[in-house]
Every structure is written in C-alpha cells, then in structure tokens.
C-alpha cells in the first residue's frame, strides 16, 4: 500500500517570502499522480498542483511549484511571493494510475498548517 | 470548472436518528464518487467508495450498516448515517470522479454533522 508523509505539521512564512513544504510518498509503482491540495478555513478542498510521475519536467502553476524527485520518492511545494490568502492546511496526495477496481482513490498524508504573517 | 455541490453544508440531529448527506455532480457525470471523514484539525479519511449502479467499497473499520452510501445515477450519491451517535460527529465531505479527466477529483463542499 502507498503512503504519504509530511513531516511538517506546521509552518509559517512572512509575506512575500518564499516557503517549502515537504511531501514524501513510498510506492511500488513506476506510474502514478501527485497532488498538493489546498484546505483553507471554509474547508473546501482546493486542487493546487498535480505532477505525473512519468513527467521529469516540475509542474508549475503561477506563485506555486514543485520540485518532484523520484528517485528519492520526494515531492516538495514550494509557494513563491506568499500572501495571506495562501494560509490553510495543505495536503500531499497521491493517486494510481491503476485503472481496476478501488482506483481513483487518493491516500493524503497528514498535512501542514501553513500561517502567513502580515 | 466542474462542481459538486453537498447538501446540506450543517446539520444537527439527535442521538439515535438518521440523517442523510447529498453529493451531486452538477456539470459533469460521475462514474464514482468518494467518501470521506475529517476530523478537527486532521486528514481526510476514505470511508468508502461508491460506483454508480453498484455496491459501495468500504475502507477497513467503517460500519456498512451505520454508513449506508447509495449511488443510484451518475450525478448523486448520498451517505445515510443510521441511528447517529455524538461520536459520529464529524466533518464530512465527497468528491467525484470526472469521466472527463484521468487524474482529477472534484470536492464538495462538506456537511458538518453534529448529533448531540
């Protein structure tokens, strides 16, 4: 069974600084996807970022980006030029490209309480 | 964008009734849809997967008979949860698979459930 581990239960960032969260994963598999989820205080969970693993190139999405090391089964997020709208909880996730039954599924790990100081 | 809409978004029940959640697919159909629990200030937990037009997959340790999940089309699944406790007090929230996409899931919004 894959597992997700963030190590970081909590972090903090002054705005407009740069932070970087950490994402470890241990799978099996040589496919699969990445995700960083985004859970501000409404709870509404919010796509961020996906990465699939086949692709060496890291995903970026504006102020967001990741630096995805397979070997090493690392997937880090880091969030360029913070701003106060960027303070949730933040969930590593990942998903098989397994297409039998039970697939679709995300495994999250236990997420990061990221505060942005004015 | 696709949405999934869950209603209702609070409910408050007492000990010893059923309640039931919504989850719809409003633009996009939904060949299976996902449960899950959430706790204060913790991860989402699968409770169960549900496919249209078949028996829901439950994850280890999840009551069948306490949550019942139906997925009759293939823009509803509802989640029943029989004869509420206070520890089934929780925050819960769906999501859908796009037959349009090969890796995205979409979230609801979430039902807080508060039996007293």
């Known amino acids: 069974a894959q597992t997700v581990t963030q190590s970081q239960p909590e972090m903090s960032v002054q705005e407009a600084e740069t932070v970087t969260l950490s994402c470890t994963y241990d799978t099996s598999e040589s496919d699969y996807y990445l995700f960083w989820y985004k859970q501000p205080p409404s709870r509404q969970m919010i796509l961020v970022i996906r990465q699939e693993a086949y692709k060496q190139q890291n995903a970026t999405e504006n102020r967001f980006s990741v630096n995805f090391q397979k070997a090493a089964k690392s997937f880090s997020l880091k969030i360029s030029d913070s701003q106060l709208g960027d303070a949730a909880m933040y969930f590593c996730?990942?998903?098989?490209?397994?297409?039998?039954?039970?697939?679709?599924?995300?495994?999250f790990g236990k997420g990061t309480k990221l505060s942005v100081i004015p | 964008g696709a949405v999934v809409s869950q209603h209702p978004s609070w409910v408050i029940c007492k000990s010893g009734t059923s309640v039931k959640i919504e989850c719809r697919s409003l633009?996009?159909?939904?060949?299976?849809m996902f449960w899950y629990r959430q706790f204060p200030k913790q991860s989402l937990m699968l409770m169960a997967t549900?496919?249209?037009?078949?028996?829901?997959?439950?994850e280890q340790g999840v009551e069948k008979d306490k949550f019942l999940i139906n997925h009759a089309s293939l823009t509803l699944s509802t989640l029943t949860v029989t004869s509420a406790h206070p520890e089934d007090s929780s925050f819960y929230i769906c999501s859908a698979h796009s037959t349009r996409s090969s890796y995205e899931q979409y979230f609801g919004p979430g039902t807080r459930l508060t039996v007293t």
């Open positions: 996730a990942y998903r098989s490209t397994y297409s039998g039954a039970g697939s679709y599924q995300l495994t």
């Open positions: 549900s496919n249209e037009g078949s028996k829901a997959t439950y």
């Open positions: 633009d996009f159909q939904a060949t299976t």
